[in-house]
Antibody
Framework: QVQLQQSGPGLVKPSQTLSLTCAIS??????????WNWIRQSPSRGLEWLGR?????????DYAVSVKSRVSINPDTSKNQFSLQLNSVTPEDTAVYYC?????????WGQGTLVTVSS | DIVMTQSPDSLAVSLGERATINCKSS????????????LAWYQQKPGQPPKLLIY???TRESGVPDRFSGSGSGTDFTLTISSLQAEDVAVYYC?????????FGQGTKLEIK
């Protein structure tokens, strides 16, 4: 059974960097049949896909246009996990952040992390 | 981007009655070469992540009760709960995985009447 365990701070100051990690068990971040995604949820924006990383003989990333200039999603094969970094955050980035596995649809999700952007 | 629009925004149904939620995409999510609709349904309860219920528009995820069913093709889809149970109170979302950016509907809140 696949499990995704999220970690990272719940409070980030404006203009700083939001960093979260998603540890994978029961699958590999280097899988050739899955992609590894970050999704956030807020009352104002609903469920919003942020981006993904995946391996198909080499590493690829896709990002949502809304965050493309500020976001980075990276695999860590030594720890079988992947991370989210979102730079220059504002209060608009306050949301519950989820990691999720995609095999076309999102079949496994992390527990969610509420990240509040506030000074 | 493909815009997903659900209706209604909220719904109150009596226990044992049928609940129907609609989802419309701004462009087709039917991939002609595979004849598959790239459409999923999720259930979300408070404090929990979304849970996959239905994929390929009509395939139930393992362990999902058979009172949940999905139908539709192209741009119009429906999630039906045939006999509402108390544990089905939740918010339901449709999502397209036809193309990135993957997008979700705004959600339908299902309550007991």
């Amino acid at each position: 059974q696949v499990q995704l365990q999220q970690s990272g701070p719940g409070l980030v100051k404006p203009s700083q960097t939001l960093s979260l990690t998603c540890a994978i068990s029961g699958d590999s971040v280097s899988s050739n049949s899955a992609t590894w995604n970050w999704i956030r949820q807020s009352p104002s924006r609903g469920l919003e896909w942020l981006g993904r990383t995946y391996y198909r003989s080499k590493w690829y990333n896709d990002y949502a246009v809304s965050v493309k200039s500020r976001v980075s999603i990276n695999p860590d094969t030594s720890k079988n996990q992947f991370s989210l970094q979102l730079n220059s955050v504002t209060p608009e980035d306050t949301a519950v952040y989820y990691c999720a596995r995609e095999k076309h649809y999102f079949d496994f999700w992390g527990q969610g992390t509420l990240v509040t952007v506030s000074s | 981007d493909i815009v997903m629009t659900q209706s209604p925004d909220s719904l109150a149904v009596s226990l044992g009655e049928r609940a129907t939620i609609n989802c419309k995409s701004s462009q087709t999510v039917l991939y002609s070469s595979s004849d598959k609709n790239y459409l999923a349904w999720y259930q979300q309860k408070p404090g929990q992540p979304p849970k996959l219920l239905i994929y390929w528009a009509s395939t139930r995820e393992s362990g999902v009760p058979d009172r949940f069913s999905g139908s539709g093709s192209g741009t119009d889809f429906t999630l039906t709960i045939s006999s509402l149970q108390a544990e089905d109170v939740a918010v339901y979302y449709c999502q397209q995985y036809y193309s990135t950016p993957y997008t979700f509907g705004q959600g339908t809140k299902l309550e007991i009447k």
